[in-house]
């Protein structure tokens, strides 16, 4: 089975929710959204590069060099 539209789809939704989070830590609606946000931004960014960066980098290793 070829798993690149799984994987493409994949990666897709992983920039809409990234794009959605930056937009939404931009211009929050909340009045009290901002005492707390530095820091949970921090920690949600940090988890998107985590994951995000050794899944494509996996992807790409797999691809190219164990297939």
């Known amino acids: 089975m070829n798993y690149t539209p799984v994987i493409i789809i ?3 939704i992983c920039v809409i929710a ?3 989070t ?3 830590g ?3 609606t909340d009045q009290n959204y901002k005492k707390s946000t530095k820091k949970r931004m921090v920690i ?3 988890i998107y ?3 995000f960066v050794p ?3 996996w992807t790409v290793v797999y691809y ?3 297939r």
Do not use: E, N, Q, R
């Open 10 to 12: 994949g990666a897709i």
């Open 18 to 20: 990234l794009v959605s």
């Open 22 to 24: 930056i937009v939404i």
């Open 26 to 28: 931009i211009d929050p």
């Open 44 to 46: 949600l960014s940090a």
């Open 49 to 51: 590069v985590v994951t």
């Open 55 to 57: 899944a494509l980098t």
């Open 64 to 66: 190219y060099f164990l």
